[in-house]
């Protein structure tokens, strides 16, 4: 896996190591590039060769995930590999610190990186999401318009909604929106199910109706899919933005003091950024016709029929939370503060949110 950003270190132990080209291949420091032993190093400068050069040795270095940067870029390089190796901003970042954004920036850049030596068809998905929420309808219906290089459709599950309550906002939405009714007894589980039920393309991808996305989500979560060669994918839950608080957190460890890595085979990833063949998912089973932690169980018996789940990065994703009875996953403010390896005051995404 050493062309793909498995095992991804986000915080680097060491400094910036020099990427030249030596006549038959780009090496460093005189030795051809290993991954695993560059993963701690916080950058690997480019140095040109006088005259061109194959590109193909540093694209896979792209594609590992490790950060690379150039001071300038020869005419030869392609425009949009020149303009990321040349943005150089991410670099000016000091670590340390609950508010460092250091590691965040090199992370942003690597992902970036991934995407220009991932490319990968747009796939057909389709957007599973259930909603006891109508006013949050039309925000979440506008995330799914942003998403880019997919071509995609929405499956609404109304649980306990009458549609007329959605009308305006389905009405009103560019993609094709399909939708089903369910008394609000119905578990949560069976109610996604009866909206998968409709689906045409071939993937599923849940969404919550609360949370943020950004316009890359889904095509990164099939970019993964892809290079992983995984049967499931998700992200991390890492970024939270505390309502009550009016506060940002991101964790990159779990309360143990555990990491909490991304790009890692796992049994668990985020729940409302699950993505999965359509086949697949009827494979395992659905979800369980379940009231709660649908997620988790679905996740679990995928684990058990030897699925191979994988869980990339969360910098496209931001989790909201309210007071600890609104949520299915019930812990209170003070865990996530206790969590955060980041706390910023006010909603202060990843910059590939784009929000703005």
């Known amino acids: 896996m050493s062309d793909t950003p498995c095992g991804f270190v986000r915080t680097p132990e060491a400094g910036t190591a020099r990427l030249r080209w030596a006549g038959s291949g780009w090496v460093v420091d005189g030795r051809t590039p290993v991954v695993p032993e560059l993963r701690v190093l916080r950058a690997l400068e480019v140095e040109?060769?006088?005259?061109?050069?194959?590109?193909?040795g540093l694209m896979r270095l792209a594609g590992a995930g490790i950060p690379l940067t150039a001071e300038r870029a020869e005419p030869w390089v392609p425009a949009a590999l020149a303009e990321l190796l040349t943005d150089r901003d991410w670099l000016e970042h000091a670590p340390g610190g609950l508010r460092s954004v250091a590691d965040l920036r090199r992370e942003e850049h690597s992902v970036r990186l991934r995407r220009l030596a991932h490319p990968v068809r747009p796939p057909k998905v389709s957007i599973v999401m259930s909603t006891r929420r109508?006013?949050?309808?039309?925000?979440?219906?506008?995330?799914?318009?942003?998403?880019?290089?997919?071509?995609?459709?929405?499956?609404?599950?109304?649980?306990?909604?009458?549609?007329?309550?959605?009308?305006?906002?389905?009405?009103?939405?560019?993609?094709?929106?399909?939708?089903?009714?369910?008394?609000q007894s119905v578990p949560f589980g069976e109610v996604l199910n009866r909206a998968a039920a409709l689906a045409e393309g071939d993937h599923l991808a849940k969404w919550d109706d609360d949370d943020w996305y950004g316009p890359r989500h889904l095509a990164d979560l099939f970019m993964a899919l892809s290079y992983a060669e995984a049967d499931v994918v998700g992200t991390t839950a890492e970024f939270f933005y505390l309502e009550p608080l009016r506060t940002t957190i991101r964790r990159t460890t779990f309360a143990t003091g555990a990491t909490y890595p991304s790009e890692v085979y796992a049994d668990h990833v985020a729940g409302g950024t699950i993505m999965v063949p359509r086949k697949?998912?009827?494979?395992?089973?659905?979800?369980?016709?379940?009231?709660?932690?649908?997620?988790?169980?679905?996740?679990?018996?995928?684990?058990?029929?030897?699925?191979?789940?994988?869980?990339?990065?969360?910098?496209?994703?931001?989790?909201?939370?309210?007071l600890g009875g609104e949520h299915t996953w019930q812990l209170p403010l003070a865990h996530f503060l206790k969590v955060a390896v980041n706390q910023w005051h006010g909603f202060r995404p990843s910059l590939l949110m784009e929000a703005g």
């Open 280 to 322: 697949k998912f009827h494979d395992i089973g659905g979800f369980p016709a379940l009231p709660r932690a649908v997620d988790r169980e679905f996740l679990k018996a995928a684990h058990e029929a030897g699925t191979r789940i994988y869980r990339t990065h969360g910098l496209g994703y931001v989790l909201r939370r309210g």
């Open 134 to 183: 109508p006013a949050l309808v039309a925000s979440a219906l506008a995330q799914m318009e942003r998403q880019r290089d997919v071509e995609a459709e929405v499956l609404l599950s109304l649980h306990g909604v009458p549609f007329e309550r959605v009308r305006e906002a389905v009405e009103s939405c560019t993609l094709p929106v399909r939708w089903v009714e369910a008394e």
């Open 48 to 56: 040109w060769p006088e005259r061109e050069a194959p590109l193909d």
